[in-house]
């Protein structure tokens, strides 16, 4: 049997349907859907992708039974319709539109009143009784053919589109604006001056005969799936080449043949908010791509959006109309269970349906549909979830610039330029170059963007108190880049092109000059930057749960947040932990739903204040009993730091990571610093300067810190514990049962965790005797050297919990320094050596790998060891799936990312258990057929 190249639809019924995407496109695959919807659809018929495969591999050549399908399916649409093609009295006009599986809008080509000729367009006048429209829809047509058939295109990057350089000249002489307002006798000037154009430039006559149109315009969509605009929307978009396009014949339907005629395109709900409300625009008395070419001002289509009182609506104008297009609106978009992008055209009061698509939308949108759908008891809370991406949820957060305004600020010109986007949302400030400066200014009430070349950890105060944070130098897992993350704070990181001068206060773009003060606008969610001022709009669910300046009950975003939340949490299985140093960060995290602290770096708080002096005098002391003196400066600081914390998490885990840095960190560099704190510590400048040489080290990353530290230090080690079981005990008095978790960092072999955990457990037993109070608390590791990975048995015997630290993990595995990768982890990625920074997405099978060792290690011998991740990677929406598949009982990340984290692992275990359901029914079904073959094998 010959193969079916061609499918039909129209009247109630199709050969085709919405599943049969790959085979008709996406156009034409919902075209049949409509149909057998019973949606008023202008019959028609698609060509498969098949041919356009078939078409490509034999050289421009079509398969034998092509014509001979065609042909028929021409006839079917001639008879349905009541007409005849190239009739001289009753002729059928067609359109000819391409489309492939996945859409691309405007990529291709589409030919609109084919069928046309100098005959035809006679029989046209005497049926409509009316020249005006014949001729506007012949003129439109030959400017197409010349366009998309013969490929007059402008010649050179200046020159408009040459048949409408033609009708624009015609609109001046008559002095008209627009190409309603000119007459037939015009109209019918402009097709023989457009057969002139085609003669001139193209040295060939428009063809006269239907079916030549019709063959022309079917070859030229096949060959426009390779122009150069749809090969470069398919690699920008990773769509495969040889998906081929289909094309579809349809019978047309006229939307430009008077006042009661038009033609629209709608969402079904808001794009851009996701609100259930209908949303579209339209022309009256106009033809196909009007609208959107904007070639006259389209009118709302319900009275809801209107902002000019003046402009009439379809709802005004043509009530009934506009009833049958929401009756299809609420049919399409609960059939499709999505929002669709639907194209519409009205015909002398009858409403014809062109197209759907799934819509594209916000981030904010895609959120709010997916919650709205399942209230609207259209998606399971299973689907809602798997609808929404922790993108989608992180943009909720973000305040965002005002849509107009930006783009009135790309008219004028002000972007100055472009870096990675570490921190999406939207921020305007005033420039500022230090982060003493950041401070100050923002302390005088000033709103400010930090702008470095890049930053450390001493910047963190000013980082802070800057609105953004933008950098010259860094990637995505940047110093400034992961602080401003876990601080929410919009961030621009990488911006090569600025030339920072900190000296003279101002930074040089081009031929621009900065300086402090200045306005910038960074927008984290693109990396752009701006000079000058974009007004912004706050995000309401941080005004609820951070600023508290807005009630719950008053933000219907933020109750759909939390039920979403709420959702996820009734299927995931990985615990939600969050990364925080202080008691506000605690609070959001807390705020945002974490159940516990997977992380609190103790040395971040080292910054804060005088305590910076109390860790020099430390680290500086010549002997232990100088070392005590110092520290036991620092015991009440952390005593009250970890309090505020166990006070806020409650009953929940906080885990306390002892001292992890390598000292040198702690200490002053330049001159001027060492000159400052040598006449504070009464120490020789001398004396200071040989002690700072001889802490520093050639690779710090694998030098003297983490355990390393409380092993050579064990002072150090007892105080930290000191400070977090006197706080627990305190806390404990107050009537909240803590739970501390001591963790010690980079261990590697067992015996260093041994030592450190006896160390622990004396100052503990010690500190709890003295209360009178029993703590529950816990002593495990961090796993993040392959060594500890690999002997995660033993280790396991010795640890309470295990959490992976993948950001050391990943630089051990990989054997890269993090901070100098930048130097080629870039290029790595764009040659696509490596398909992603794996700082930002944990490589699976390595690292991944050594992980699944650890977990089957550690659970051989504590089957019931608690298992985390607090690496970066645990607020990334792969990494925490393959958290949740490697059997992890939680993850940590930054507090701002616990909400999507939640989501994520969520999505996470409803994809377990989809897998699993799709493993069982082939089990099923390959038993059932063994089953089969052994009964017949019995006979
Ligand atoms: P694109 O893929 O670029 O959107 P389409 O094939 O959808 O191209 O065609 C563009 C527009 O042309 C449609 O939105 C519709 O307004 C108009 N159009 C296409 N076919 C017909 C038809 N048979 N009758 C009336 N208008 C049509
Ligand atoms: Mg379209
Ligand atoms: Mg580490």
Redesign the pocket.
Known sequence: MASKYVYLFGGGKADGNAQMKHLLGG?GANLAEMANLGIPV?PGFTITTEVCTYYYEHGAVYPPDLTSQVEEALHWLEQNMGRKFGDPERPLL??V???AAISM??MMD?V?NLGLNDQTVQGLILETQDERFAYDCYRRFIAMYGDVILGLKPEHKDERDPFEEIIDELKEKRKVEFDSELPASDLKELVERYKGLIRVRKKVEFRQNPMDQLWGAISAVFNSWNNPRAVAYRELNEIPADMGTAVTV??????NMGEDCG?GVAFTRNPATGENVFYGEYLINA???DVVAGIRTPLPINKQQKTDPNSLSLEETMSEVYGELERVRSTLDRHYRDMQDI?F?IQKDKLWM??TRSGKRTGFASFKIAVDMVREGILSKEEALMRVTADHLNQLLRPTFDPKAKAEAVRDGTLLAKGLNAGPGAATGRVVFSAQDAEKWARQGEVVILVRIETSPEDIRGMNASRGILTARGGMTSHAALVARQMGKVCVVGCSDLEVDYQKRRMIVGDRVIREGNYVSLDGTTGEVYLGQIPTRPSEILRVIIDKSLSPKKSEIYQDYMALLGWADEYRRLGVYANADQANQAEEAVAFGAEGIGLTRTEHMFFEGERIDAVREMILAQDLAGREQALAKLLPMQKEDFKGLFRIMREKPVTIRTLDPPLHEFLPHTEREIHSLAAKLGMGEDLLKAKVDTLEEVNPMLGHRGCRLGIVYPEITAMQARAIIEAACEVKQEGIDVHPEIMIPLVGHVAELENQRRVVERTAEEVMSRYGVKVNYRVGTMIEVPRGALTADQIAEVADFFSFGTNDLTQMVFGISRDDSGKFLPAYVEAKVWEHDPFHRLDQVGVGGLMDIAVKKGRSTKPDLKIGICGEHGGEATSIDFCHRVGLDYVSCSPYRVAAARLSAAQAAIRETRAKARTDEKEVRNSRKGSASASTRKR
């Open positions: 156009k202008p067609v359109s539109r391409s489309g809008p405007g589409t609109l349809q019978a047309m339907v006229f939307g033609t033809q196909g791509e194209e055209t062109l197209q």
